[in-house]
């Protein structure tokens, strides 16, 4: 099913810029590409995964260790044995538990939601015609500018009107205008779905709702994959509004545990880096199973941006 | 699904009008059939796509436009945190103020300082380490995979590992300092270290995404183009020079305006930084940035009003930023 649906038909027009599927075949052909790397270029980029990983590693290491360990110098290289205390103490001490639940309840809602209005938009944008179609795409592009900093006052302001601090709606809903995902979702169906799939169920009879339905959906499920997991990465990681909302024995998201467990005047540093470690793992994991198609998902965004 | 891409495929000409008339009735009753059929249809195609884009729009113009037009309004009156809903009208008062304030043009330039310490050292980075996965690479996916695991990593969990890294007595890169027979940093208070640090922070986050965005856009050129560069004669370099940047430009400016929209708005990393000292951004504010002061004016000395004025001359700001963006933009398009 996705194998057929992803395969754009051969008479959609040829678009230079179009890359993700195909690319290991043609890849020679590229610029560049049909170069061997040579012994420099892999000592670089063996520094940049060094550069990439340590931090993350140490984060590890330094959660196995005791305190007294990391005021020392030298620092740690390797593994100490209090890893698993370390996480559970971190676990109950910065209320982790529910701080992943509604992690994972905000960034799951937000996610699905942004994903299934940028996907109706991004067929509006691409596919349909209507008066006014490209300067509302340029107000789209232009909300991208706006820095979301600029909202919070008014925003905070509703929440307390609302008395919506502390729940988590008070950080969904603002979460939920996303530009990039109708940009996303635009530039993948003008290229993958064909005029002529949606022109066969018109005949047929279909109204524009069952075509989203029917024809949309399913032809752009790689890329609402894609951007469901780019943006729930996104509210995952988000910060400032979820530590201006919520507090962090309320009901925080994990970002908000994590910088209360950096206070305090004596802090527990390797607490601090088993929190830390708990609070990246889920998305590290997802990035080593679904690596791939996010790699191809923000390259494919990224041509004619 | 299968079925219907069989349907699809064959061609139906002179298909505008949808609904089959049912076959064997009644002429006339077909005839008004279609013709409800058609005014349906006609509502459908019209109203639409309207429908589709309109939560966006309604969802934009919720919690992003009239926020922002609010907070202009909110700028011009003084509003305390404990009663953000009570407004006193001041007029440019909000403004005054923080333009007498040293802390704000000290915020501004930290901003700055940062904007460009993390910026420019990020991009060019990426645009070497694109240029480099562009090759032929054994294990191409890990390269890519790898380098975005900083961007899998929360700006809360990426801040609170490097203040241990960046610490003064026992962290890892003082250490290492050292050990090379350097002086040791105290990262924190040192005005210029301290932004250093903080920098490095966005620095490792954001350069392998985007060197996987120059990426795409270097796959995306056309070979011919060094084929012919190479006729001539061009060196790897010189083609470099004058078929790979040229036509990157536009992918360029794009991750121009993101890291500068982005660097106009740090603030968890400055925040984490120093958890103790907080929004002040250090002892003595040398790491405080447009954000933190924001926070720090609305938030933790309870003014809202004032902390709208911020935002609006953060707004201002941005939109000078712009305009010179695009003007140098277009000379540079100009002059080639």
């Known amino acids: 099913m996705t194998t057929t649906m992803t395969k754009p038909p051969a008479d959609a027009a040829p678009d230079p810029s179009r890359k993700g599927r195909g690319r290991r075949g043609s890849k020679s052909s590229r610029a560049g590409g049909h170069l061997h790397a040579g012994p420099i270029a892999y000592i670089i980029l063996a520094l940049f995964t060094i550069g990439s990983l340590f931090p993350l590693v140490w984060t590890a290491i330094a959660a196995s260790r005791d305190n007294q360990r990391l005021a020392q110098t030298p620092p740690p290289f390797w593994f100490g044995g209090n890893l698993f205390d370390k996480l559970e103490i971190a676990w109950n001490d910065a209320n982790l538990g529910e701080a992943f639940l509604n992690t994972t309840i905000v960034a799951g809602i937000s996610a699905f939601t942004i994903v299934f209005l940028s996907t109706i938009a991004g067929f509006a944008f691409a596919k349909l015609r209507f008066r006014g179609r490209n300067a509302l795409m340029l107000i789209v592009i232009g909300t991208m500018m706006v820095p979301p900093q600029l909202s919070i006052i008014p925003l905070y302001m509703m929440v307390a009107k609302l008395d919506w601090s502390d729940q988590l709606q008070a950080v969904i809903l603002p979460s939920l205008v996303n530009a990039f995902g109708v940009f996303f979702m635009r530039q993948y169906l003008l290229q993958a779905l064909p005029d002529e799939i949606i022109e066969a169920a018109r005949v047929d009879g279909a109204s524009s709702w069952r075509v989203v339905w029917h024809v949309v959906f399913p032809a752009a499920r790689p890329a609402m994959a894609v951007l469901g997991m780019l943006m729930f990465v996104q509210s995952w990681n988000d910060f400032l509004w979820p530590f201006l909302v919520l507090t962090q024995n309320g009901s925080p998201t994990v970002q908000v545990a994590l910088a209360g467990l950096g206070r305090g005047y004596t802090p527990d540093q390797s607490l601090i880096m088993a929190g830390a470690l708990l609070g990246t793992l889920p998305l590290l994991l997802v990035f080593a199973i679904f690596g791939k198609q996010i790699v191809g998902g923000i390259m494919q965004g990224a041509v004619k941006g | ?336």
């Open chain 2, 1 to 336: 699904m299968t079925t219907r891409h069989d349907t699809a495929a064959s061609p139906v000409k002179g298909g505008a009008a949808p609904g089959r008339p049912p076959g064997g009735r009644g002429a006339a009753e077909a005839d008004r059939k279609r013709a409800k059929l058609s005014r349906r249809w006609q509502r459908d195609i019209r109203w639409s796509p309207y429908a589709f884009v309109s939560p966006f729009f309604l969802l934009f113009v919720a919690f992003g436009l009239f926020p922002l037009i609010y907070t202009g309004w909110a700028s011009l009156h003084t509003v305390e945190l404990t009663a953000p809903t009570d407004m006193k009208w001041t007029g440019l008062d909000n403004y005054t103020r923080i333009f007498d304030d040293d802390f704000f043009w000290n915020a501004a330039k930290n901003t700055l300082w940062i904007g460009i310490i993390s910026t420019v050292p990020q991009l060019l980075m990426a645009m070497g380490l694109a240029h480099i996965l562009n090759y032929k690479l054994r294990a191409s996916t890990f390269y890519r995979v790898v380098m975005l695991a900083p961007y899998a990593t929360s700006i809360a969990a990426a801040s609170l590992v490097f203040v241990l890294l960046f610490g003064r007595d026992y962290g890892m890169i003082n250490w290492v300092l050292d050990l090379v027979g350097l002086d040791k940093i105290d990262w924190q208070n040192g005005s210029w270290a301290s932004k250093f640090a903080v920098s490095s922070i966005v620095i490792w986050r954001w350069t392998g995404y985007n060197a996987l965005i120059y990426l795409a856009a270097m796959q995306a050129i056309p070979q011919d183009l060094y084929e012919s560069a190479a006729l001539d004669g061009a060196s790897r370099w010189r083609q470099f020079i004058h078929v790979t940047l040229p036509s990157l430009r536009p992918t360029i400016l794009f991750t121009v305006v993101v890291s500068t929209i982005g660097a106009s708005q740090v603030f968890g990393e400055p925040l984490l930084f120093d958890a103790n000292k907080g929004a002040s951004g250090g002892s003595q504010h040398q790491f405080q940035t447009l954000g933190l002061y924001l926070y720090e004016q609305g938030w933790v000395n309870q003014h809202l009003g004032r902390a709208s004025a911020i935002a609006w001359a953060m707004f201002l700001i941005l939109i000078v930023i712009g305009i010179l963006n695009a003007v140098i933009s277009r000379r540079l398009r100009a002059s080639s």
